[in-house]
């Protein structure tokens, strides 16, 4: 099966500019994440879907972060403006609902973005 | 609020070794703990993982043992390889409504196996 594919790889910016995130689940996962990883943390819940809809977002900075899952497929994380504590790697996962209990997620590769 | 903590930011062992990765967590209603791997420039693979009901589970050269009295858990490597070398994330499971799981994370352990 396919994995979680996520664009770009790697993304700089100044700041204050805008940027987005595009990811596309595995095929049938209804639940899809955005993940920041900071480096030295690890990663950070933003948001959670299901299917095209928002389950969790409290942890969303929603005055510079949006986030969309158009038909419940492919998710767009969008950053505007950019600040320069956003420079992370942004993961996308997807699972189903009980496989995400115990066997965890699928993660994407990321993206990693710089904010000069 | 950290709920899962690795307080050993890395880890080096020699090849053919066992490697002890310790996490530890404040919450009560965590019901799985789960082991991912990072290698770098990549997102992180789910390796192990453990329910809260049990104290031990085995695959292949990998052990996770949970204490739930201490609310300690651990992932033993053996023998260590040096293929393992990555970033290992514990992260805990919890129920947050219906069938709607949701994971936390630690900070992460670097382990290095020197050949």
Redesign the interface.
Known sequence: EAGVAQSPRYKIIEKRQSVAFWCNPISGHATLYWYQQILGQGPKLLIQFQNNGVVDDSQLPKDRFSAERLKGVDSTLKIQPAKLEDSAVYLCASTTNEAGRGYGYTFGSGTRLTVV | DQQ?K?NS?SLSVQEGRISILNCDYTNSMF??F?W?KKYP??????LI?I?SIKDKNEDGRFTVFLNKSAKHLSLHIVPSQPGDSAVY?C?A?W??GG??????????TLLTVNP
């Open positions: 899962v690795q930011p019901d799985y789960l991912y420039a990549e997102g992180p693979t789910f993982s329910s994330f992260a499971s129920n947050s069938s709607n799981y949701k994971l936390t994370f630690g900070k992460g």
